[in-house]
């Protein structure tokens, strides 16, 4: 067998096909075998060497052939992403509430309209928050790379900044791209979403930084999406990137996720992997201030190796649906992990997650994570999983986790799962929860010094996320973080 299609069932048109290059090796015989009436639109993958039958998701495998059949050939380390996950999604279910990572998150709005990759890659400049502070920009449209509303300075030898489609097909910084897209293809905790980016990412921007190398600019990430121009229907976007910093190196990178005024219903879908070599730094900034309108579920892999530092500062505040997958491992002894996350829900019926998994697995680990979240409408939803595992090498690891939240509107909702699970016996580890209204002691302060009950409630609000936002390190990144939160405190009731 040369090559494997999906599925082909009489609801699917004629023309949408998966194309493999490479066979499915593990399969000698691949039968399709009824196992309900076509209108229950279900069917069965039955496999000479499989054990038992696995099922297809007739949704899913609809959607990775839109995606597939809208794209061109891409270069040789992605197409090899797309091969992987074509063959992990002819088994792959659509996630619901009965599955654990999915337990909390209503992802049913994904299902509301007809999803359709997103066609459009030209956006006027005139709408881009294009930041002349920052040397290096780099902006995608709809998951594109777009060289003519970037900026690339010169760079130090052997550093690279750009699309991979740019990178030198051969020699060291082309190997070692190759190489980290191979072992980021081995995950193996990636879901539907992740699988998803694979078969349909249509460009991939890379930044390396060889061993001791010192990106002196910070690298500005412009993601910016609009929809497929039909109101009846959901463009679907995939954007990827993958950080290289190797032995020694540093790296600063600011991602900043939005949508055009009118783009209505979309999905962005983008994923993000940065490895760190020993004793690299990485700082990353992540913004998503998506529309009203929008689904946003992004997937972030961080693996560290020794003495490697990792800081993350996230401020989510936009989204009818959001949810960040961030993975971190900590492969190396005396790594250092630091994550702030805040989150803002404003809009009725609106939600805001982070699932977040640290993995320590060496001695003199060290990580702190705070997560912050406000919700000040009505039916709105936040939600925190948060797992930290120490493993039983991971001896005198110093973890800490804490999460604070603000229930301000009637039937607001905030469900938080911080955990630690620790099998080392000699740590220090620690986390907490709280949820509550405003500390009413703290009003008190406020109107004793002459200010009114709304002005105090205000500044108490936004002071609450402000101690994330103050963390992220440029500054004009986060002066445009505060005044959007500012807008959207402004514009609900509490």
Known sequence: MSRCCYPSTSFLPPHHRLRLSPPLSAFKTLTLVPRRPLKSRSLSISASLSPSPSFSDPFVLEIAEKLE????????????????????????????????????????????????????????????????????????????????????????????????????????????????????????????????????????????????????DTVHMVFCYSGSGKEEEMGMSNPRVLVVAEEEAQVSIVEEHFGVDGAGCYWANPVMEILIGERGKVLHSYLQRQTKDAAHIKWTLVRQEASSTYEHVEVSIGGKLSRHNLHIQQVGPE??????????????KHIQDLHSKLVLDHP????????????????????????????????????????????????????????????????????????????RNELFYFQARGLDLKTARNALVYYFGADVIRRIPFKTIRERAAAEVKKLLKGSTF
């Open 69 to 216: 059949d809208s794209l061109p050939l891409p270069p040789s380390p992605i197409q090899s992403l797309r091969n992987t996950s074509a063959q992990s999604l002819l088994s792959t279910a659509w996630p619901n509430r009965k599955s654990e990572p999915f337990r909390f998150t209503d992802i049913s709005y994904l299902r509301k309209y007809p999803i359709v990759p997103t066609q459009s890659h030209t956006i006027p400049s005139s709408l881009l928050p294009l930041d002349s502070s920052l040397p290096i920009q780099i902006t995608l449209i709809n998951g594109v790379f777009n060289p003519s509303l970037s900026r690339i300075p010169s760079l130090p030898p052997g550093a690279f900044v750009g699309s991979i489609k740019d990178v030198p097909s051969q020699g060291p910084i082309s190997e070692k791209i190759s190489s980290a897209i191979a072992s980021c293809g081995e995950f193996q905790e990636k879901d539907v979403f992740w699988d998803l980016n694979n078969v349909g990412v249509a460009d991939m921007v890379v930044i390396y930084s060889p061993a001791g190398v010192k990106l002196a």
């Open 335 to 348: 790594t250092v992990t630091e994550l702030s996350t805040f989150n803002l829900v404003s809009e009725s």
């Open 364 to 439: 003199r680990g060290y990580s702190r994570q705070l997560h912050k979240c406000i919700v000040c409408s009505s039916q709105g939803h936040a939600i925190f999983d948060g797992n930290i595992r120490v493993n039983r090498f991971a001896q005198n690891t110093d973890a800490g986790q804490q999460t604070r939240s603000l229930l301000l509107a009637p039937q607001a909702l905030v469900t938080v799962k911080p955990n630690l699970q620790i099998i080392a016996d000699d740590v220090k580890c620690a986390h907490g929860a709280a949820i509550s209204d405003l500390d």
